[in-house]
């Protein structure tokens, strides 16, 4: 198994990516009326995944990280990189199999896969960085909360444990563009995540409920990551989703529920290391 | 140390961006007349580096591979995103260091920060995306060298291990547009990095001589990697950089000097794996 031979494989797509692998660099020529976003997200054994896993599984969660974080953006995803440390454990069926998880997410998303790099290393590690592409002057951003805004959410939260195929919500978050204030997505649970769009925006939240799915608690719809779903900011009276609560004046980043102030307790990587 | 407190210490340029860290994505505007490419590079402690080497240089080691990369296309950079993961023996200070020398290689090429991701991990390792431009359409590739074209290097060669701040050749790189057939940078040896830009363009070469800078042996000079000079070809006569041999027509990918086929030695780090 060699770089070449693994690259050569994999599909390349997309009317604006002119060059995709196999040289030193891909090159991408940008359309004149759209600004690009750009993400990228580490996907680490024993931290984000275990090896127990299904690799398929662990290749669709690997990328849909970033591309949950375009549609955070109201934009659709144009290309990825893909970088790969690959371990001894790690053979080749297991990575070709990585890969299809990964590729048929990408599929699905109309993501082109552009490049990456890849090297031998003790503990398997995926980063993703994947490109999108939004309309001028459009993308949603987390700082444009006000005081008066509804706060939002996709979808029902706490079920991410029972996906076995986490979607990004891409089309959903293109149809924010121009009605949402300010966006986000919930990935490391929605206590964090509100917390860090009223700090950027200087706002405070006022919770009123959460859409909870079957079976999920509370602490898992308020706590838990990797739903995928985005949390976002509009003016009162937007007919998308489920309306949670209120932006208020103050105590930036603080979020309340049910009169008491609500702790972030969603998942932190770099916090947790200490 | 948390997330938002690394990240917030660090530098955001060039007008382009028109957000960088903090948000789910940066966004970058286009300019209409630009190209842009993409390239990402990994870089491993016991891999690529060794623990006991100085931290900064080697965050300048692990910038200066992608920017040599965007060399190689004769782009200029515009910024980057640098992906950590961070074991327990790397503290803050190891980590400033590591950031002071990645970021001074960074601000002397104009390549803003824009984002990228951090985790705990057992092995430190950085994933270096940078994103270039160049004027539309006229990206240097590897796959256009014809026969009869003269082969060039940018600068003498094997003293990379005396270069403690290796520089990409990024304005000789722009110097090559519209003159170079054909061009890829030597990371990883000129045997090897020939090799590749013969069999991207289907021809072979025949090397007349090497220039080697004082001290350095023939092997060094062929076969070793990290000089980060330009290797290109181009129609007899140019006067940039020095001319090394010739492309021939058939036996794709052969390199020849004195008359025998000469073995790609280079680094390939996922050969080395097995």
């Given at each position: ?14 009317p ?16 004149a009326?759209?600004?690009?976003v ?22 669709r ?13 109201g ?31 990408a599929n ?17 590690t ?12 459009k ?15 996709s979808g ?23 009605k949402?204030t300010a ?27 959460i859409?909870?799915l ?8 308020v706590?838990?990551?990797e ?7 509009a ?5 998308l ?19 008491t ?10 916090r947790?290391?200490?």
């Open positions: 198994m060699d770089e070449q031979s693994i690259l050569a494989k994999l599909p390349r797509q997309h604006n990516l002119l060059l995709g692998i196999g040289d030193d660099c891909a090159i991408f020529r940008p359309s009326d759209e600004d690009l750009f993400t990228t997200d580490l996907f680490l054994e024993g931290v984000h995944f275990e090896r127990t896993q299904a690799p398929d599984r662990a290749g969660r690997a990328l849909v990280r970033s591309l949950s974080d375009i549609a955070a953006m934009a659709m995803p144009r290309f990825c990189l893909v970088s790969l440390v690959i371990p001894e454990w790690a053979d080749e069926t297991w990575i070709a199999a990585f890969y299809d998880g990964l590729l048929q997410l699905e998303t109309n993501t082109a896969l552009a490049g990456g790099d890849l090297s031998h290393g003790a503990q398997f995926a980063d993703v960085m994947v490109c999108g592409a939004v309309p001028k002057g993308a949603l951003r987390r700082d444009g909360g006000r005081p008066g805004d509804a706060i939002y959410v029902e939260l706490g079920g991410w444990r029972h996906r076995a195929d986490p979607k990004p919500r891409l089309d959903f978050g293109q149809s924010l563009i121009g949402a966006c986000i997505d919930i990935s490391d649970g929605l206590s964090m995540d509100l917390r860090r769009l009223c700090l950027a925006s200087n706002v405070s939240a006022v919770l009123d409920g859409p909870m079957p079976g999920a608690t509370f602490s898992e719809a706590h838990d990551g739903d995928y779903e985005l949390l976002f900011t003016p009162e009276g937007l007919q989703g489920f309306r949670i609560g209120t932006i208020r004046e103050g105590n930036p980043g603080a979020v309340f529920f049910e009169g102030l609500l702790e972030p307790k969603g998942y932190d990587h770099f947790h290391r200490t």
